[in-house]
């Protein structure tokens, strides 16, 4: 409910009870009063200070204790920091919805300021390169309610049908700060984060990495303890309900054993948990087969249930899709999550504009295992299924720096095409390369190397640049006509045809205007030929009598006027 509704609905039911009542008999009561996180908080991946440039997390010790009476929470972070440059202040973010009472340097109280939510703590004796400190920071209060989670995030308070507190925290459009105090940006990934998260003892709160045990306080009061190698800012989840645990172990293809767990609501169907659970090992096997080893095989594959739709949680995804069917035998959205364990939280975009890596690819993976699984026609319709969803407003990726609201919302940026239109420039991508140089090229782009094994390769950040070089260094060519002309242009490539006679002329006509040599494969009464297209134009004879078939299979994202026309917009 928004704010401005809240407050009408208060003094609506105001005004009633006093036209119910005698004259003077009471006092209206004050209208609610609502605090927002500030602007500044709810955007993420901006630009870093460089005070910040100047140093590194190592490790973000959280202990978090859940109030879900209250919905609040009463929280300690510990941050070791190791100086990369000369280094006068820590500059953290946190929302200033939580009250702040006591921040230490090296165990001694310090000054501070958070105006917006970007805090300050100026250091007494500068450190140099190297140098380390350690900061706590005591804060407590009612963090920033989503009001539409994922997509509006924040902490979600629910209760289950058995009247259990439910909660869970889907902080990627806002962040990290929004109850933790970090660097909010990917380029910031601590180290290590332990977790320590103090919850009623009859619940339950699986996290992010291994579990290190539990302790029961005895006073209706337990703390779980986690603890997770480089996790993605925003992937620290916070997730708390009357969980049971469903768990198994993976044995990979690449010689080790995976803990693979799901925890899941007491009230649940013990069929369809176990139905999805069983879809678990399978999809591991296919993202292992298809891109490389797992990236945290040493922590474990975790999935959680949810009061909202999911979100790619590092080793505990959120899944909240309640084991819906929609006849492809599978569940998309835990594998679309799964998928952003190589695609998001193995190899982290550096920025917002290069989401479509993240997106694309992860988008990519769901065409891809439904051929695994169902063959050719399962395939081919779930790609048609995105085609038809493209908006080609915006281009996929702008060559400049944004923010990640700059990118998901459609409305001044590429939106849901980073999904869409991403996994359908990579499938053009394979089907232009071949699979082996595009699953090579894929495979070292997510870790780095060719040939990932458990243990040789650690998180790391990528770009669409870096991935074009790869590309071109797998291909021996250069790929850049195609990069440009599918994610540095928001309209299409348009197929323009030409018919004199015998002969039918092809030209490709891209937004910026550049050269676009992409070969198209053109059917003549059953025949098929593949038309060079070099300088962006070719031509084939094809007798005025023939049918021609431009992209029999399908193989080019395309504008094609038929689609243009049902969308609404008049064809060229």
Not at 172 to 187: A, N, R
Not at 203 to 219: I, K, W
Not at 318 to 335: E, M, P, Q, V
Not at 458 to 478: H, K
Request: hydrophobic share 40%.
């Amino acid at each position: 409910m928004s704010v401005s509704i809240r407050h009408a609905a208060l003094l609506g039911a105001s005004l009633l009870a006093l036209s119910a009542a005698p004259a003077l008999a009471q006092t209206p009561p004050a209208p609610e009063i609502v605090r927002e996180s500030t602007e500044f908080t709810l955007g993420t991946d901006q630009p870093r200070t460089p005070e910040q440039l100047a140093m590194r997390i190592d490790r973000a010790d959280l202990s978090i204790k859940v109030i879900p009476d209250d919905k609040a929470i009463d929280a300690v972070a510990v941050l070791e920091i190791t100086a990369t440059a000369s280094l006068s202040a820590v500059v953290l973010e946190l929302d200033t919805l939580l009250d702040i009472s006591s921040v230490q340097v090296d165990g001694a109280e310090a000054a501070w300021s958070n105006p917006e939510g970007r805090m300050t703590i100026p250091l007494t004796q500068p450190l140099v390169e190297g140098g380390k400190v350690v900061v706590r920071i005591a804060y407590a209060g009612a963090p920033r309610v989503a009001p539409h989670a994922p997509w509006d995030g924040g902490f979600v308070w629910e209760t289950t049908t058995d009247g259990k507190p439910w909660i869970a925290t889907a902080v990627q459009p806002e962040g990290c700060d929004i109850f933790w105090p970090c660097i909010d940006s990917p380029l910031a990934e601590p180290g290590r984060v332990d977790l320590h998260i103090t919850i009623p003892s009859d619940l339950a709160a699986p996290s992010n990495g291994r579990f290190m045990g539990t302790e029961d306080h005895g006073d209706g009061w337990t703390t779980w303890n986690w603890s997770a190698a480089h996790p993605n800012t925003y992937a620290i989840a916070l997730n708390i309900g009357p969980y049971e645990e469903m768990r198994t172990d993976y044995r990979s293809r690449f010689g080790n054993t995976i803990p693979v767990s799901y925890w899941y609501l007491r009230t649940d169907d013990p069929a369809k948990v176990a139905s999805l659970f069983a879809e678990f090992t399978p999809m591991l096997d296919f993202y292992e087969a298809t891109v490389g080893p797992f990236p945290f095989g040493d922590e474990k594959m975790g999935v959680v249930e949810t009061p909202h739709l999911g979100m790619e949680h590092q080793t505990i995804n959120a899944y909240g899709n309640g084991y819906r069917l929609d006849g492809k035998g599978y569940d998309w959205l835990l594998h679309h999550e799964l998928a952003h364990e190589w695609f998001g939280n193995q190899m982290t975009n550096a920025n917002a504009d290069d989401m479509w890596l993240h997106e694309g690819l992860g988008s990519y993976m769901q065409p891809l295992y439904l051929r695994w699984l169902r063959g050719e026609r399962y395939f081919q319709a779930e790609l048609l299924e995105q085609r038809n969803k493209l908006l080609n407003r915006f281009p996929v990726v702008s060559g400049v720096e944004k923010s990640e609201d700059e990118v998901y919302k459609g409305d001044v940026g590429p939106g849901n095409d980073i999904y869409n239109k991403g996994s359908l420039i990579a499938h053009s991508l394979r089907l232009l390369i071949g699979d082996e140089a595009f699953f090579r090229s894929v495979t070292r782009l997510v870790y780095g190397r060719p040939d990932p094994r458990p243990g040789n390769f650690a998180p790391r950040y990528a770009t669409t640049n870096e991935f074009l070089a790869i590309v071109n260094e797998e291909t021996g060519q250069d790929l850049g006509w195609f990069f440009r002309g599918y994610l540095y242009n928001a309209a299409l490539p348009d197929l323009r045809q030409t018919r004199d006679g015998d002969r039918l002329a092809l030209e490709w006509v891209t937004g910026d205007g550049q050269t676009f040599p992409m070969p198209i494969e053109v059917e003549i009464d059953g025949r098929v030929v593949t038309v060079p297209m070099t300088g962006g134009r070719g031509e084939v004879t094809a007798p005025a009598s023939a049918h021609v078939l431009i992209d029999p299979q399908n193989k080019v994202l395309r504008r094609l006027d038929f689609i243009e026309v049902w969308k609404g917009r008049e064809p060229r």
